[in-house]
């Protein structure tokens, strides 16, 4: 009776250990999706501050953008100051298929963007595009440390197919 005992408390230790880590990966993802919401919501309404908080102001960063490399923080905060200020108000950004992967303090994603303009007296305007974030959990917060972004190669995204 002893031992049945031992192995229910066994299990029931590690069943509770490993519900534990699914919720810290169920919080860092959450974490991790609400960044590229306030980054969407920063770009609708031309926010550079909602900017500087989700990216680490690191000198060594690395950021691709369709076929232009920035190199560290500072140029790329210049490049989302002086983007924002042109952006035009009909434009609407969305993020499909966003996959997180975790390990320990870092986390790289993948997903679509999907950008649709909407001028008033022109056709709608629509592009999507692959993009790839690095993020590293600095200060208990995620931060984009790196990211690729660019347009894609074939007629229609994967979510229309």
Same mark, same amino acid.
């Given at each position: ?11 029931? +230790?590690?069943?509770?250990? +490993?519900? /534990? ?21 920063? +770009? ?28 560290? *923080? ?5 490049? *989302?100051?002086?983007?924002? !200020?042109? /952006? #035009? ?20 994603? #993948? ?15 629509? #592009?999507?595009?692959?993009? #790839? ?8 917060? *995620? ?17 229309? !197919?």
């Amino acid at each position: 009776m002893k031992m049945r005992s031992e192995y229910l408390l066994s299990f029931c +230790i590690l069943f509770i250990s +490993i519900s /534990l880590f699914a919720l810290v990966d169920d919080k860092d993802e959450n974490e991790i999706a609400q960044l590229f919401q306030k980054r969407i919501d920063a +770009i609708h309404n031309r926010d550079v501050s909602l900017i500087e908080q989700i990216y680490a102001h690191d000198p060594n960063a690395l950021y691709f953008r369709e076929q232009k490399i920035y190199k560290g *923080w500072n140029t790329y905060h210049e490049y *989302w100051k002086a983007g924002l !200020k042109e /952006l #035009t108000p009909h434009i609407k950004l969305s993020f499909k298929n966003l996959k997180i992967h975790l390990s320990n303090k870092s986390a790289w994603c #993948t997903m679509t963007y999907h950008i649709e303009i909407k001028e008033e007296e022109a056709k709608p305007s629509k #592009t999507w595009g692959y993009m #790839t974030v690095i993020l590293e959990k600095r200060d208990s917060r *995620w931060q984009i440390i790196h990211e690729n972004i660019g347009p894609a190669m074939e007629e229609t995204s994967p979510e229309s !197919k």
